[in-house]
């Protein structure tokens, strides 16, 4: 059962925290940040003095009380709205870290000091290379290697997966996460980090926004909005000379809220949350980045290398098939095969009994007292059985099997010629002797994932080429990679080649996406651009990658990448909104300063506003109400569609810039007609 | 009218089919592939030996832009001298021209060396033979070469896979002058000789008419003035009323030539951009960008003139003939509306009629074409403007399709927006603020003399000198008294700022993007020769103009339009 991680747009009561913040956020030290809302801010407080001046000398101000005071207050809810977008952003991060944060509270550890004795710490007083142990029943007390045994933990708080998994020394598998408990055995943990340095600490801050450092691309948009706020303000600026001209006199009140309008103040508000927002879907993605950075390099990505094991085919090979050769009958044959694999545990020894009990359920219970089992050495490179009547089986490659066994050569020729047959179609041969004499193949299969194709065909569209990394032969990764529908492969990989692959493709100018979580996998982790290492993996993986998969699921990838195009695509779309917006703002208020002294340029007012303020303060409040109104937009994200880069402007530009052209001619039109109502 | 109308579209059909030719032309050129102007190579080498300069020595941008400032600032101390002490040459003096004021010379001076010409000056009294040639039209030649090599060294950045070198200045400048330039205006000064404008050293002739008056004729060495002139966007005329004069552009004919030669260049410069980077399609659809807003603001300043003037329709005379007034008889209102359009897209500003006579609108027209000054644009500078713009559209539009903006294969970053963002602010900043200015003076003080007009058409008068300062145009709305020191030194430093700051940036952002990682095209890529990103480039030049521009067009042409 997966852990429940979605929370409600606006759940109550984060909404209720992230008011009280949007008043905290106000402090102009946090506001300088954002260049676009600290000059909104600016214009707030010029507007408090001039409405404090009106209430004795409105003339002075050329506006009444009533109006100075109510565009200050206008002002001032754009940006408590900004405020607020940005603050509820950070408390979905920081609800969402919180049931992360959960598993990291004090534990007692049972630390082991230098002479070997054991002394119970809490999990706080930990620090990196610290070694304790643990066993059944206890909680893991903070993240770090397995130096020693090997245990099943139950890792369902951090993943939300309830099936135990095991993790172990020396393996690929011998990292361990606080928090997580020990189901069975007894491990000793080293500690990977200090307290509050552990990479889940840096995601939550990353989430919280407390150090929230800006991304590459946020800060080339934030200089092009500072730029459009720059212009805006020059236009403004220079307004009151060119009224002064032709004997027009605009309001201060009138210039700060065309200024307010005209300034991107909704990608400006929303900016920051649209960053926070697209952190959070990754980590509800069980996605541990290390930066902001890494997710927004994730939409880049032009090739992903995955392991095939795992992420392309399901787990292990299956036996698919026997096949006798010499006379021998398929019984006889299906009989050797069974006995030398009863005592193989792997999983290709499993799934041969599977296949046999399907095919020939009779022979079953198979009575094989008293043999000697003969387990898998890297030396024969076989494994199989000593029957008590001095029978030898023996099951392995062909090669291996070709060395024990003496048989003539037409013998020799039909199994190769079945060899290579099954290796043609992507299987795995698997000869079987008796007496060292060969008697059959066994087919065993890769069964490739369903829905895999799918996913390869939806990373295609997106432009991204998809490389499977496998240690089988090359006819046979051949034969899966095109069942799969992959790009490319590399067949007998050692971990050097995804290096010099990565390398490579890096060299073309290429991004490069893998995932990995072995030691000797670590170069190319640090190696690619995006290196996603599993959680279950070594201390080393986990350094070299810069986004960590707590769900430790290969095909993880995919997602990472929508996410970050996802991110990148909402930040352009309510740019394009934000600033196409302003066409609107301009018809309704530069009429609206003239119509007193340029009667001719009502001609402008083509929506028929019905009176200069009503105009302007409908347009003021259409542009604070934009930001609040696509707040869900910037939390949720643009949904990304792998339609081609070209299908994607277009409907972008259908939705965002022909919306944002029309959508403010109606909203001010339609404010206008409720603002008149009590501004007479 | 049809006929009119017919006239204008075989203009503009001739400069494309002229314009794509010369295109590929000019990339070879920059190339240094084989072209049948190789016979210059002796005269360049000469040139080259001369003034100690290794013509092959690949330069980054800072070293090509030191020696761009370098060598304008030789040609400005020169103009600027020249000006002073005219006088004071003792040959090509016929009609003694008196030496320029100090504020007139400094303008005039900085005037030609950007490529603005605008002329506080009437061309027959105010400069000696001596000054029209050795200044005036040496700078149209070189001011156009500057701009032209300046866009050279773009396309060699952006060209570049991972290098920092974009090119050699000196030699690509001295190749626009021999290659480009001078082919041309031979070929544009014969004809123009050919239909009667003069090229003499005698003064100015005094006839006697048939009604027995004494009339003055002024002269001159006026043909290759008035080709390169064209050829090169500078638009700064031979005689006071520029190409209206008769012997600047003596009839429809020439008219036609000199109207293909203001857009010449500057449309072949975008299918060099094509060609130069093997991107036909993208040339292409920047080209169709171009046009279509070349075309329609045309179109609506064609009709505006055409329709001709509203205030004398509301007595209920009838205009046959359009708004005459300040057109020459033998263009009309139709020509002579595209003229005026022609030469503001382009940083041309030569004119055959008066541009402060057109209909308000018309005149808003000219305006907004300079406020955008990358249609077309000047020479060179143009396609530059314009390249700030592709970079804005492409991290817009990049963003849209969900990849951190890439354009021709390369990043777009923090540095290249910063940049592109302040060039593009720097024309609205230059105009708007010298606007604020002039029009605050004028409102507190109604004695500056300044203005001929008042009201909002007064108001457009000051707008518009500083739009063509700022775009490097050099046309006016010759209302405007504007040769005292107030504008001839506002003016003076807009142009220098204007012209240089605008070719300085961009290069820096092409020497940024040579430098970096070439990522080649995948299906996530923006497409740029996509009409999708066609319609986002369009849309990112019109509204982000209409935005800057349009509270001061609104109160004073637009305002003019509303109230007549």
């Known amino acids: 059962m997966k852990r429940k991680r979605n929370i409600k747009l606006f759940e109550p009561a984060l909404v209720k925290q992230a008011v009280v913040q949007s008043f905290v956020k106000l402090n102009p030290v946090y506001m300088m940040k954002n260049p676009v809302m600290f000059t909104v801010e600016i214009g707030t407080i010029i507007m408090a003095v001039i409405t404090v001046i009106s209430i004795n000398n409105a003339a002075a101000t050329h506006e009444s009380f009533a109006y100075n005071f109510t565009i200050t207050v206008l002002l001032f809810f754009t940006i408590i709205f900004a405020n607020f977008a940005e603050a509820i952003a950070e408390e979905r991060g920081k609800a969402q870290a919180e049931s992360l944060r959960k598993t990291r509270e004090d534990t007692p550890a049972k630390k082991l000091k230098e002479d070997g004795s054991i002394e119970i710490v809490s999990s706080s007083l930990l620090r990196k290379g610290d070694v304790f142990t643990a066993e059944a029943g206890d909680l893991i007390a903070a993240d770090g290697e397995i130096i020693e045994g090997l245990a099943s933990i139950d890792e369902s708080a951090i993943t939300g997966e309830s099936a135990p998994v095991i993790r172990e020394a020396g393996t690929d598998k011998s990292g361990v996460v606080g928090g997580t408990k020990v189901l069975s055995d007894k491990i000793t943990v080293e500690v990977s980090a200090n307290p509050g340095e552990t990479f889940m600490d840096k995601m939550i801050a990353l989430v919280e926004g407390a150090n929230r450092q800006k991304t590459p691309n946020e800060i080339a948009l934030s200089i092009l909005l500072a730029g459009f706020t720059l212009v805006f303000l020059l236009v403004v600026v220079t307004l009151a000379p060119f009224a002064e001209y032709s004997s027009t006199v605009i309001s201060i009140a009138a210039l700060i809220s065309l200024f307010v309008c005209l300034i991107p103040t909704t990608i400006g508000g929303l900016l920051s949350a649209i960053g926070i927002a697209g952190m959070d879907r990754a980590l509800r993605a069980n996605i541990i980045a290390k930066s902001g950075k890494a997710v927004e390099t994730a939409g880049d990505i032009d090739v992903v290398l995955l392991d095939k094991t795992g992420t392309i085919t399901i787990g292990n090979r299956k036996a698919t098939n026997f096949f006798p050769v010499n006379g021998y009958s398929k019984e006889e044959f299906i009989k050797c095969t069974v006995l030398s694999s009863l005592a193989d545990h792997t999983p290709e020894g499993k799934s041969i009994i599977e296949l046999a009990e399907k095919l020939q359920h009779d022979m079953f219970p198979v009575n094989a007292d008293s043999a000697e089992f003969i387990n898998f050495s890297a030396e024969t490179r076989m494994s199989g059985v000593n029957l008590k009547d001095g029978t030898q089986i023996r099951k392995g490659a062909w090669d291996a099997i070709k060395k024990w066994t003496d048989n003539p050569d037409h013998v020799a020729e039909e199994i190769y010629s079945k060899v290579k047959e099954i290796a043609g179609n992507g299987g795995t041969p698997l000869a079987v002797g008796i007496n060292k004499k060969a008697i059959g193949v066994v087919q065993l299969e890769d069964i490739i994932k369903p829905g895999i194709q799918e996913r390869f065909e939806r990373l295609r569209k997106m432009g991204v080429k998809t490389v499977m990394v496998t240690g089988d032969n090359p006819l046979t990764a051949k034969y899966i990679a095109n069942q799969a529908g992959v790009d490319d492969f590399i067949a007998e990989a050692k971990p050097e080649d995804k290096l010099r692959y ?22 190319a982790l640090a190696q690619a651009d995006v290196g996603v290492a599993m959680n279950s993996g070594t201390q080393a993986a986990k350094e070299a990658a810069n986004m960590v998969d707590l769900d430790n699921d290969p095909t993880k990838l995919l997602e990472v990448i929508e996410i970050g195009k996802q991110l990148l695509i909402t930040r352009g779309n309510v740019t394009t909104f934000s600033i196409v917006n302003d066409v609107a703002k301009y018809f309704a208020i530069v009429p609206a300063l003239f119509m007193v002294t340029i009667p001719g340029l009502n001609a402008l007012n083509i929506m028929k506003l019905s009176t200069p303020e009503s105009a302007i303060l409908s347009a003021v409040i259409f542009n604070a109400l934009i930001i609040l109104a696509l707040i869900p937009i910037a939390l949720r994200g643009v949904k990304y569609r792998p339609i081609g880069a070209t299908g994607i402007l277009i409907r972008n530009l259908w939705i965002y810039g022909m919306g944002g052209l029309i959508i403010p001619f109606a909203g001010i039109k339609l404010i206008d007609v409720i603002v008149s109502l009590f501004f007479r | 009218m049809t006929s009119e109308i017919l006239g204008i579209v075989v203009i503009l059909l001739l400069m494309i089919v002229l314009s794509y030719p010369l295109g590929k032309y000019i990339s070879k050129v920059f190339k240094g592939e084989k072209v049948w102007t190789d016979f210059f190579a002796p005269v360049e080498n000469f040139i080259f030996k001369l003034s100690g300069i290794d013509p092959n020595k690949e330069m980054d941008w800072k070293e090509n832009m030191k020696a761009l400032l370098k060598l304008n600032l030789v040609f400005f101390i020169w103009a600027f001298v020249i000006f002073l002490i005219q006088d004071k040459i003792p040959i090509w003096n016929p009609a003694g021209i008196a030496g320029m004021e100090p504020s007139l010379a400094f303008n005039t001076a900085v005037s030609f060396i950007s490529n603005t010409n605008i002329q506080h000056y009437s061309g027959e009294t105010g400069l000696s033979y001596f000054s029209q040639l050795l200044v005036v039209c040496y700078m149209q030649f070189v001011s156009a070469a500057t701009g032209i090599a300046a866009l050279a060294l773009i396309y060699k950045g952006l060209a570049q896979k991972k290098a920092s ?53 002024a002269l001159g060495p006026a043909a290759p003035v008035i080709a390169i002139k064209q050829l090169g966007t500078n638009g700064g005329g031979f005689f006071g009323p520029n190409s209206a004069h008769p012997f600047e552009n003596p009839n429809y004919f020439t008219n036609i030539v ?35 807003l070349y075309v329609s603001f045309t179109a609506a300043a064609v009709k505006f003139e055409v329709d001709g003037n509203p205030l004398i329709k509301k007595i209920g005379i009838e205009q046959a003939t359009g708004n005459m007034e300040g057109k020459e008889v033998r263009f009309g209102p139709a020509a002579s509306a595209f003229w005026a359009s022609s030469t503001t897209v382009t940083s041309n500003g030569s004119s055959n009629s008066n541009h402060d006579s057109q209909t308000p609108l018309a005149g808003a027209v000219d305006l907004i074409n300079m406020m955008v000054n990358s249609i077309f644009g000047g020479v060179g500078v143009g396609f530059i403007n314009f390249f700030m713009f592709l970079i804005i559209a492409v991290f817009i539009a990049g963003l849209m399709v969900g990849r951190t903006p890439e354009f021709l294969g390369k990043k777009i970053e923090a540095k290249e927006v910063k940049v592109a963002a302040l060039i593009i602010l720097l024309h609205p900043f230059l105009i708007l603020v010298s606007t604020a200015i002039s029009s605050y003076i004028a409102s507190i003080n109604a004695h500056t003399g300044w203005l001929t007009n008042p009201s909002y058409h007064g108001f457009s008068e000051m707008l518009y000198e500083f739009t063509s300062a700022s775009a490097n145009n050099g046309s006016e709305f010759t209302g405007l008294n504007a040769n005292v020191p107030f504008w001839n030194i506002m003016d003076g430093v807009i142009m220098l700022v204007g012209r240089f700051l605008p070719i300085i940036g961009p290069v820096a952002i092409a020497g940024s993007l040579a430098e970096k990682k070439y990522i080649p095209e995948s299906e996530g890529t923006l497409k740029l020769d996509s009409y999708a990103f066609g319609i986002v480039l369009l849309a990112v030049i019109v509204v982000i103009s209409a935005l800057s521009f349009f509270p001061a067009l609104a109160v004073g042409p637009i305002a003019e339009y509303f109230s007549i």
């Open chain 1, 502 to 523: 990565i390398i490579e493709e890096q060299k073309g100018g290429k991004l490069v996406a893998m995932m990995g979580d072995g030691t000797n996998d670590a170069p």
């Open chain 2, 165 to 217: 070198d974009i090119g050699n200045f000196y030699n690509l400048f001295l190749k626009t002058n021999t290659r480009i330039l001078l082919p041309l205006s031979v070929l544009v000064a014969v004809i123009l000789l050919l239909n009667g404008t003069p090229d003499t050293f005698k003064g100015p002739q005094t006839i006697k008419t048939l009604q027995g008056d004494t009339v003055t004729v």
């Open chain 2, 258 to 292: 000199e109207n293909v030669d203001i857009l010449l260049i500057p449309m072949a410069l975008v299918f060099a951009f094509g060609f130069y980077l093997n991107k036909k399609r993208l040339g292409i659809m920047i080209f169709i960008v171009m046009t279509v």
